[in-house]
């Protein structure tokens, strides 16, 4: 479903990512894992194609990614990739229903339906009191999960998560984990997490180490 394969990235002499190669299954959630400056973001703003390798390829859904210009790999991203930041991303001036409703506006999905979707998401994810409040008039938890929502209103290959429940407290952490199995259950949903959260990356179906810009080991976690 997604494959990285001789990923290189480099800032200046600064090698981030030295030859990383990676294999993502439909349905999988992954953690990557790693000290800070060990190349995890890097390798996830690559593999959500907001940044370029200096070589290697990444595929989604058997898509090459590097054969698309910068039109085509737009419109991709819009319709395959949802992102999950840690501290959302939501725009201040729009209801949380606006913003789930955003990228599928971007997509050029009529109104009528992408308001619809973005109803139906809401309501999935238990905030469908909250529809119309902003987002200075939401708690931390409501907050990420909104930006669960707007991930989801594509119906993406993919959802990349960076740090997603960094800025949570126990309550608000678990209950996002919780909800991104639940989501995997229900919606057959992907998963690929950059996480410093010991928990979280110890329920995944896998925990990618990297360090230094390689990929110490990449198997099953044994519970």
């Known amino acids: 479903m997604i494959a990285v394969e001789g990923i290189t990235k480099s800032f200046g002499s600064l090698k981030v990512l030295k030859g990383i190669d990676l294999r993502v299954e439909k349905g999988e959630i992954i953690s990557i894992v790693g000290a800070s400056g060990a190349g995890k973001t890097t390798l996830l703003q690559i593999m959500g194609t907001l940044d370029k390798?200096?070589?290697?390829?990444?595929?989604?859904n058997n898509e090459n990614l590097s054969r698309l210009n910068d039109s085509r790999?737009?419109?991709?991203?819009?319709?395959?990739?949802?992102?999950?930041?840690q501290f959302h991303q939501l725009l201040p001036?729009?209801?949380?229903?606006?913003?789930?409703?955003?990228?599928?506006?971007?997509?050029?999905?009529?109104?009528?339906?992408a308001k619809a979707k973005a109803k139906e998401l809401l309501d999935m994810?238990?905030?469908?009191?909250?529809?119309?409040?902003?987002?200075?008039e939401l708690s931390g938890g409501e907050k990420q999960r909104v930006a669960v929502a707007r991930a989801l209103i594509n119906d993406p290959a993919v959802i990349l998560a960076?740090?997603?429940?960094?800025?949570?407290?126990?309550?608000?952490?678990?209950e996002l984990h919780q909800l991104f199995f639940k989501l995997r259950d229900t919606l057959g949903q992907?998963?690929?997490i950059v996480t410093h959260d010991e928990h979280l990356a110890?329920?995944?179906?896998?925990?990618i180490h990297m360090k230094d810009g390689i990929i110490l080991e990449n198997?099953?976690?044994i519970l």
């Open 53 to 60: 390798a200096d070589s290697g390829t990444v595929y989604i």
């Open 73 to 85: 790999l737009s419109d991709f991203r819009n319709k395959n990739i949802g992102f999950v930041f």
């Open 93 to 113: 001036e729009f209801t949380a229903l606006e913003n789930v409703m955003i990228p599928a506006l971007i997509g050029k999905v009529k109104e009528s339906q």
């Open 125 to 136: 994810l238990g905030l469908s009191s909250r529809t119309e409040h902003k987002p200075n």
């Open 162 to 174: 960076d740090e997603p429940s960094g800025s949570l407290d126990t309550e608000n952490k678990d």
């Open 190 to 192: 992907t998963f690929v």
């Open 202 to 207: 110890s329920i995944t179906d896998r925990t």
């Open 219 to 221: 198997q099953p976690v």
